[in-house]
Structures are given as C-alpha cells and as structure tokens.
C-alpha cells in the first residue's frame, strides 16, 4: 500500500468492503456515531453469501429471531441503515487502497473514493463452490440436476433430493427441504455430522421418523443420466455401492476462496485472513479495520452476531480518526435515540 503526501477533502468518513450481513450492520453503527459511509461489494446486491448462495436457508442464532430467513435478515438489515443515506458501489471490487494524508484512496475499477477510515467485512472473500471429483459431473451443472446452492425451496417441491456433505448446509438443507421435497436422502462419509448439535439431533429425528435417510458411511461415486440427472452412485470405502434415485444431487462441501487484491494491501494474515485486535478490531495497518469472518483473533467464533459485535467495536474505535477533537461518550440507543430522529 503505497503513501501519498496530500490533504483531501473526504468523499465518507469510512469506506465498507463488504455488503454482508456484518458490513451493512457497521453501516447502522456508524451512523449511529454520525459517520457517512460509501460500501462496496463485488456482487450485484447486497447480503454477501446470505443473497448469494442461499437467501431462503434459515438462521437460528439471530437473537430476537427464533427463525429468520437469510434473504429476510438482509431485508431487514437494509431497513435498519436506511435513514442514514449509505453509498453502494455494487458490482464492483476494490482493487486499489492507497494511504493519503489523513485517510485513504479507494479505487474499483474507474471509480475512486477518498475516506477517513476503511473497514473490511468481506467474509471470505471471493468465493465459489468446491465441486466433487466426479467424472462428467459438469453434464449436469446448470440445469441437469447438480446445483451448489439454493436460492427457492418452492423448486425442489416434489423432487427427489440428494444431499452431500456433513456439515451446517448440508443439515440446513436436509431439515428445511424435508417438508417439500418427495425424498430427501444425505450421504456422509461417517455418521457423526459437523453441524450445530441442535441441528444435528433434529436431523436424527427425522431420520429415525423415516422422513429423511441418512445415507452413511458412504460418499458419492458416479451420477447416472443422460444429461439429466437420474441417480447418483455411492460407495463405502470397502466398495460396496448403492444407487439412489435423485433428481437432484447439492454437494455442500464449502467454499473455495479468495482473498483476492485484499491479500496484498500489506496485512498481516493469519491462514488467509486478516490479524486484527479482538478489542477494536484494528488491522496491522493503522487506520484499517476488519470484522466478521475475514477477522481473525484468538478465540474468535465464526457467527454472524460475532460481526454485529465486532462491527461496533470497530465504529467506536474509528470514532476519534473521524472526529479527533470530540469526545465520545458512550450511550445506549435506547437513550440516545437515532441521529437526526
């Protein structure tokens, strides 16, 4: 990250990386403490993974929220940072950070932003689903059966379902389909799952009801079809093979990711994300911050309330970059009110 000598007049008072769910609520915090914020994000919408990949799974660890779809939380996050007018630059990814006096240079593409601090919530960074190793597989990519995400539970009604993977999407996934589709059956190469233990055991339930099957110890082998999918082959490790009939295979086995242009911005990392300190969430590099799950500290939980945290630890410590001759005070919202309300 090169440095320029200049003094500027700032186009925000921080600039987001990252329109997920914990960078639009940093959008809230700031706001709350008076900062105009500009957000950008690689993807054409807000939401992150939650709109991307899968908008109507459902999270259960939302407090206040029992229950609250993906595609909701980012609809009601977006209600929540309204009043505060953000900026998003969508569709476009930050591929310059420059130091300038007082702040930094933000440039995507032919856009340029000028701001007092910068804060990164941008997840995991680029991401893309990581394909099982099966021979012909992309014959039934786009359209022929073989999907890596769920966007509408409503087009798997009456379908039969096969889902692999052993950990909180593929449990997700076999809960919430279970009541649409005709079958759903999950293949696991043991049968100790690695999902939350709630999850977990209510996935047990509905096995032992016979409204799922748990297909282990087995992993998939083939898929059968003539450009549409029919069936897919398992088999354990001994060899022994089954067929299940499916019209419909979903591999949840994570995300393959990247940090991208970020990784060279002179951070320290820590297994590909960004060190920082868990009290303000400041990076190596003065000035700029990171939140959510491309934060990493000691004893860090990978939970979006975990963000959420972070978010406002992060606002509280820009707080005197911005305004340096104001003293902050804490108070709560419910005293204080929203700015300009």
Request: aromatic share 8%.
């Amino acid at each position: 990250m090169a440095a320029m000598n200049q003094s500027t007049d700032f186009n925000c008072d921080i600039a987001i990386v990252g329109a997920g769910p914990v960078g639009l609520f940093a959008v809230f915090q700031a706001g709350m403490l008076e900062m105009r914020c500009q957000v950008f994000d690689a993807l054409g919408e807000v939401g992150g993974q939650c709109s991307a990949l899968y908008p109507e799974k459902p999270i259960y660890d939302i407090p206040g929220y029992p229950e609250i779809a993906a595609i909701e939380l980012i609809d009601k996050l977006g209600q929540q940072i309204a009043p505060f007018d953000p900026v998003f630059h969508l569709g476009r990814t930050v591929d310059g950070l420059e130091e300038i006096d007082g702040g930094f240079q933000l440039t995507a593409g032919d856009e340029c932003i000028t701001a007092r601090a910068v804060i990164i919530a941008a997840g995991a960074g680029a991401f893309g689903p990581n394909r099982p190793p099966l021979e012909g597989i992309e014959e039934y990519e786009n359209g022929g059966g073989v999907q890596y995400l769920v966007t509408r539970r409503e087009d798997f009604r009456d379908r039969r379902v096969v889902i692999a993977g052993g950990g909180d999407s593929a449990v997700d996934w076999a809960l919430s389909l279970a009541p649409v589709a005709a079958s759903v059956s999950v293949v696991h190469r043991r049968p100790k799952f690695r999902a939350a233990p709630e999850s977990a055991r209510r996935l047990q339930e509905l096995a032992t009801a016979g409204e799922i099957e748990l297909v282990v110890p087995y992993q998939l082998a083939g898929l059968e079809g003539d450009g549409e999918l029919s069936g897919v082959r398992v088999a354990t490790l001994d060899g022994d093979e089954r067929l299940l009939p499916a019209d419909v295979l979903l591999p949840f086995y994570g995300l393959a990711t990247s940090l991208g242009p970020i990784a060279g911005w002179g951070f320290e990392l820590t297994k590909s994300q960004i060190a920082v300190d868990p009290a303000s969430c400041q990076s190596s590099l003065p000035g700029i911050f990171a939140i959510g799950d491309v934060a990493s500290y000691p004893g860090k939980l990978k939970l979006i309330l975990t963000g959420f945290a972070e978010a406002a630890a992060a606002a509280h410590a820009i707080y005197p970059l911005v305004h340096p001759d104001q003293a902050l005070h804490f108070e709560y919202s419910t005293t204080k009110g929203r700015p300009g309300s």
